[in-house]
T-cell receptor, first 118, second 111 residues
Framework: NAGVTQTPKFQVLKTGQSMTLQCAQD?????MYWYRQDPGMGLRLIYY???????DKGEVPNGYNVSRLNKREFSLRLESAAPSQTSVYFCASSKSGLAGVAPNNEQFFGPGTRLTVL | RKEVEQDPGPFNVPEGATVAFNCTYS??????FFWYRQDCRKEPKLLMSVYSSGNEDGRFTAQLNRASQYISLLIRDSKLSDSATYLC????????????FGRGTSLIVHP
């Protein structure tokens, strides 16, 4: 099992360019998440998908869009990149997006994408 | 004010020491809590879930105090390899599990 995979690992963009970050999981998990991590800020939730066919905004959704392509894949798109979006992006998955059963909410993370916007 | 708060540290301890971290949360309806470990420039990895009854995994013990709204992590007999950032997470109310991470506590174990 590869677990959670992310591509690309590194990316440099110019302001205004667009790109899509890809994420896939092979654990048959229902829920998937996108986070960004900045120094001193911790992990902040951008968007999540509790189940295939649904997506919802997290804490910091502005400037991003997502697509839950199928149960395995959850992509994050930057339509017009800005320097403020320079960050490390992590994708994660869990068995369930329903609250109350802790083991089902355990998250598994991909290795991250390091994005720099000039 | 962030929903989940942690002391960023760093906690600088000698090998063999016992160290404890606390994490407070503001949403009293939160149901699921976890501790993750994150090494420099790596992804977070699940360390352990946190239950009201407390749970132990080797040298690590996690506790949840719902009355005071905090979770704790105790590490006994610290090893050099325990040096990392420890993230607490809380979430889950009203049906959906929406996780909120603390900013992390840095632990440095020295010889």
């Amino acid at each position: 099992n590869a677990g959670v995979t992310q591509t690309p690992k590194f990316q440099v963009l110019k302001t205004g360019q667009s790109m899509t970050l890809q994420c896939a999981q092979d654990m048959n998990h229902n829920s998937m998440y996108w986070y960004r991590q900045d120094p001193g800020m911790g992990l902040r939730l951008i968007y999540y998908s509790a189940s295939e066919g649904t997506t919802d905004k997290g804490e910091v959704p502005n400037g991003y869009n997502v697509s839950r392509l199928n149960k395995r894949e959850f992509s994050l798109r930057l339509e017009s990149a800005a320097p403020s979006q320079t960050s490390v992006y992590f994708c994660a998955s869990s068995k369930s997006g329903l609250a109350g059963v802790a083991p089902n909410n355990e998250q598994f993370f991909g290795p991250g994408t390091r994005l720099t916007v000039l | 004010r962030k929903e989940v708060e942690q002391d960023p540290g760093p906690f600088n301890v000698p090998e063999g020491a016992t160290v404890a971290f606390n994490c407070t949360y503001s949403n009293s309806a939160s149901q699921s809590f976890f501790w993750y470990r994150q090494d420099c420039r790596k992804e977070p990895k699940l360390l352990m879930s946190v239950y009201s009854s407390g749970n132990e995994d080797g040298r690590f013990t996690a506790q949840l105090n719902r009355a005071s709204q905090y979770i704790s992590l105790l590490i006994r007999d610290s090893k050099l390899s325990d040096s990392a950032t420890y993230l607490c997470v809380g979430g889950g109310s009203g049906g959906s599990y929406i996780p909120t991470f603390g900013r992390g506590t840095s632990l440095i174990v020295h010889p």
